[in-house]
């Protein structure tokens, strides 16, 4: 009979997922380091996200510091999935180690830095985070941009409205539309999915325009 651990490595993500959320029923902290270890190279989603579930369930005074060594592992899989439980077990102390993130060089490990920044970051921190996130404005596609304008709005309008204000100011049309934008989904947080939309009709219309000029 195949146990819950070789489950683990089985081809069908079906049989991974049930084996994962076995460990996390049992939540013993003797399978740490074998839920570590898959989250660093499950292919499927829905099972990193049972990973992620059953690491929440253990201990978090024995799970937070294996977190935090994982950000230092070459696979940006491993970094991306700690950062995203440690966002969930909002363990504020750890929030230099994500903030260090930020600067990844794999886009999608800093995409989930800015979430995690923005829910760990303690009160005095979140100045400091909103002017580092606004670095960022008006670059990538965008699914980029949305991802960083909803870091931002998590700050709250208090902490990212005058430093949204003030990157307007200074730069360029490409930022000044992405400031927009922010500003937007500042005043309507459902307003994400017309933003992307919109977004992308205007990377058509700019392709079209290219096209026909060249």
């Given at each position: 009979m195949t146990t819950a651990l070789e489950a683990l490595t089985d081809p069908r993500s079906s049989v991974r997922l049930r084996a994962v959320m076995a460990l996390g029923t049992a939540a013993d902290p003797a399978d740490l380091d074998v839920l570590l270890e898959r989250c660093a190279v499950d292919p499927d989603l829905q099972v990193r996200e049972a990973l992620t579930w059953s690491l929440v369930r253990l201990p978090a005074e024995l799970v937070v510091p294996r977190l935090v060594d994982q950000l230092d592992r070459p696979e940006a899989q491993a970094r991306s999935q700690a950062l995203h439980t440690l966002s969930k077990i909002r363990d504020g102390s750890v929030y230099p180690a994500v903030a260090e993130a930020l600067g990844d060089p794999d886009?999608?490990?800093?995409?989930?830095?800015?979430?995690?920044?923005?829910?760990?970051?303690?009160?005095?921190?979140?100045?400091?985070?909103?002017?580092?996130?606004?670095?960022?404005?008006?670059?990538?596609?965008?699914?980029?941009r949305l991802a960083?304008?909803?870091?931002?709005?998590?700050?709250?309008?208090?902490?990212?409205?005058?430093?949204?204000?003030?990157?307007?100011?200074?730069?360029?049309?490409?930022?000044?539309?992405?400031?927009?934008?922010?500003?937007?989904?500042?005043?309507?947080?459902?307003?994400?999915?017309?933003?992307?939309?919109?977004?992308?009709?205007?990377?058509?219309?700019?392709?079209?325009?290219g096209r026909a000029s060249g």
């Open positions: 886009p999608g490990v800093s995409r989930t830095a800015w979430r995690a920044a923005v829910l760990l970051a303690p009160a005095e921190e979140r100045p400091a985070l909103a002017r580092r996130l606004t670095r960022e404005l008006g670059t990538g596609d965008r699914e980029r960083l304008s909803r870091a931002l709005v998590t700050l709250g309008e208090e902490v990212v409205a005058p430093v949204l204000a003030d990157a307007a100011a200074r730069r360029g049309e490409a930022v000044r539309e992405h400031v927009a934008d922010t500003e937007r989904l500042l005043a309507d947080p459902d307003a994400g999915s017309a933003l992307a939309v919109e977004r992308a009709r205007r990377e058509v219309a700019l392709g079209r325009s």
